[in-house]
């Protein structure tokens, strides 16, 4: 059983308070805040310019290098690793907001599901240096003193979906078709961890939802990624509840029921099991 450090930190940030922000130097002090794992509600596209960073993407560890894309839609959970000291990430985001209000965003990540199991794509030079200009463009409006108006911020985010699905529907077969069948079926179990951890932590839901046995899913997710389904599914649920327990008013009750636990006794005895801590006592920074 895996157990999940509770050192206290800020809780990476998973919303934006505007509606869009671009920023052409991400620092360290922001790829910090990510060492703890997080779910987004915000849209994010990162480029990365200099360096390498390691990092987990929708229970993905990757590595990456300059000139590669990084697309991270409403719902994915990130955890950001270790990076040299020369990285350098440009990125443009939009808040929860301004996704509500553009119906592309839904088209888009319906359209195509590369970036769930592909998170990040090599772009050529020229490519790199014309998604750079673009975000260099609007990290100075957004950092400027007047505010971008919505729609605006919408268009914006209507050509970023336009350009990633652009980029997913040209990459070369082998990137597309590079996994194995195990690790597709990984992928498949992946999504719907992310989709149904609050309601089903047991493996028995997973496989049949995959057609498989438990004992396949089990022995095929240890192969793959040298976790337990059970481990995964955890690590998940536990970073939701603490997302709850630092950000949020809701009494542990609350957080526990919706997350699936019939009472807090079973959620606390559960939350404990992975963190060594309570519920409240974690609320609490102890």
């Not at 920023?23 to 360096?51: H, K, M, P």
């Not at 020229?126 to 673009?134: G, I, K, N, P």
């Not at 979906?161 to 077969?173: D, E, P, Q, R």
Request: charged share 20%; glycine share 4%; hydrophobic share 40%.
């Amino acid at each position: 059983m895996m157990t999940y450090s509770t050192t206290k930190m800020e809780f990476p940030e998973v919303d934006l308070p505007v509606d869009m922000i671009a920023w052409t130097d991400v620092n360290d002090e922001i790829l910090n805040l990510y060492r703890q794992s997080c779910r987004l509600e915000a849209c994010i596209f990162a480029l990365c310019l200099e360096g390498n960073l390691k990092a987990s993407i929708n229970l993905h560890d990757i590595e990456v290098g300059p000139n590669e894309l990084i697309t991270l839609f409403p719902g994915t959970i990130i955890q950001f690793y270790e990076h040299t000291e020369n990285v350098k990430i440009a990125f443009i985001a939009y808040s929860s907001h301004c996704i509500h209000y553009n119906n592309g965003l839904k088209q888009g990540a319906e359209a195509f599901s590369f970036p769930f199991s592909i998170p990040t794509v090599r772009l050529d030079e020229l490519t790199s240096s014309y998604l750079h200009d673009y975000i260099a463009l609007y990290a100075r409006i957004t950092t400027g003193p007047k505010t971008l108006p919505i729609d605006l911020a919408q268009a914006s985010l209507q050509n970023m979906l336009l350009t990633v699905n652009h980029i997913y529907s040209t990459i070369s077969a082998s990137q597309t078709h590079r996994f194995s069948k195990q690790q597709l079926l990984c992928n498949r179990f992946f999504k719907l961890v992310i989709d149904h951890f609050a309601t089903h932590r047991q493996s028995a839901f997973y496989a049949e939802q995959l057609g498989v046995t438990p004992q396949y899913l089990s022995t095929v997710v240890k192969e793959v990624t040298g976790k337990n389904v059970l481990d995964i599914i955890a690590h998940v649920v536990i970073m939701d509840a603490r997302r709850k327990l630092r950000s949020t008013q809701m009494t542990i009750q609350e957080i526990g029921y919706s997350l699936g636990f019939p009472n807090p006794s079973f959620f606390g005895k559960y939350f404990k099991r992975y963190t060594d801590t309570t519920p409240q006592k974690y609320r609490n920074g102890e």
